[in-house]
């Protein structure tokens, strides 16, 4: 059975940092396609960054800012978030591709305050 479980999410001024984290078990993640999403009140889930057979790839809203990172060997991804803006706030979901199959984590609140 697959899961991914975030943490890290939190109350953070304007100009703050966080890291987010994902831990993966019952799947291998150096093989799965990884991604962080988010969904802010009212809008649509948007991909915030992805790593994919050592390709990144950033939302032009947070590119400079967050870093998508991987540790296959905690089987864990991470998402660093810095000059976090109240527009960053919203519920942060890693996805895993594997198989051709997609798995969702339950998600991590991030709130940025002006």
């Known amino acids: 059975q697959v899961q991914l479980v975030e943490s890290g999410g939190g109350l953070v001024q304007a100009g703050g940092s966080l890291r987010l984290s994902c831990a993966a078990s019952?799947?291998?993640?150096?093989?799965?396609?990884m991604g962080w999403y988010r969904q802010a009140p009212g809008k649509q889930r948007e991909l915030v960054a992805s790593?994919?057979?050592?390709?990144?790839n950033y939302a032009d809203s947070v590119k400079g800012r967050f870093t998508i990172s991987r540790d296959n060997v905690k089987s864990t991804v991470y998402l660093q978030m810095n000059s976090l803006q109240p527009e960053d706030t919203a519920v942060y979901y890693c996805k895993a591709t594997a198989y051709g199959r997609v798995y969702w984590g339950k998600g991590t609140l991030v709130t940025v305050s002006s």
């Open positions: 019952g799947i291998m993640i150096s093989i799965a396609d």
């Open positions: 790593h994919s057979g050592g390709i990144t």
